[in-house]
């Protein structure tokens, strides 16, 4: 069974540039969120995706999104980059039983530094 | 709204010895509880879980937690500590209703074992 993949791993962007960060779910699984993990804070919900359509975002501004395509791969996408993005990225995958099981699989993360 | 407090950024227990991680959270809705685990440079890897049922959870690597609805806690505990548990340790909450997705995530307890 293969796991939550994500790259980059690491990245270094500066401030007003675009990143995408990418992530593969894990097999079987059809439902993909994102959380921000800044240094010394726990995960912060970014937003979910199920079947290619956003259903629930946190409470993050417009210049945060993201796709899921049909094969349930997901991608984060963040304009405008500013300093206090720089975070550890995380994407963490489910199948639709999440509702009522609530167990995530996580990825390693994609830590992103922004100067 | 929830929110979810762990007490001590940092705890240091001697091998062999008690381990006991605190955890509070508010939540409106009867919520879902969870325990994560992150190795350094590694994603987040779910210990146990608490939906409905027995109130006594157990997880993996020896942990248990205990929803105390009285006193809205979820404290983590293992008899016996291990060096390889040395960790940052997090709650998290989920209302658990149908359309709920969003993990609230405490701040994380920096778990060290000393020899």
């Known amino acids: 069974e293969t796991g939550v993949t994500q790259s980059p791993t690491h990245l270094i962007k500066t401030r007003g540039q675009q990143v995408t960060l990418r992530c593969s779910s894990q097999?079987?699984?059809?439902?993909v969120s994102w959380y921000q993990q800044a240094l010394g804070q726990g995960p912060q919900f970014i937003f979910q995706?199920?079947?290619?359509?956003?259903?629930g975002r946190g409470n993050f501004p417009p210049r945060f999104s993201g796709l899921q395509f049909p094969n349930y791969s997901s991608e984060l996408n963040v304009n405008a980059l500013e300093l206090d993005d720089s975070a550890l990225y995380l994407c963490?995958?489910?199948?639709?039983?999440?509702?009522?099981?609530?167990?995530?699989?996580f990825g390693e993360g994609s830590r992103l530094t922004v100067l | 709204a929830q929110s979810v407090t762990q007490l001590g950024s940092h705890v240091s227990v001697s091998e062999g010895a008690l381990v006991l991680l605190r955890c509070n959270y508010s939540?409106?809705?009867?919520?879902?509880l969870f325990w994560y685990v992150q190795y350094p440079n590694q994603g987040l890897q779910l210990l146990l879980k608490?939906?409905?049922?027995?109130?006594l959870v157990k997880g993996i690597n020896g942990f248990e937690a205990e929803f105390k609805k009285s006193e809205t806690s979820f404290h983590l505990t293992k008899p016996s500590a291990h060096m390889s548990d040395a960790a940052e340790y997090f709650c998290?909450?989920?209302?658990?209703?149908?359309?709920?997705?969003?993990?609230?995530f405490g701040k994380g307890t920096k778990l060290s074992v000393i020899p």
């Open positions: 963490a995958s489910s199948t639709r039983d999440y509702i009522t099981t609530g167990e995530l699989f």
């Open positions: 097999s079987g699984h059809n439902t």
């Open positions: 995706y199920y079947r290619e359509e956003e259903n």
């Open positions: 939540s409106s809705v009867p919520p879902y």
């Open positions: 608490y939906t409905t049922g027995a109130t």
């Open positions: 998290a909450v989920r209302p658990s209703g149908a359309g709920s997705y969003q993990l609230t």
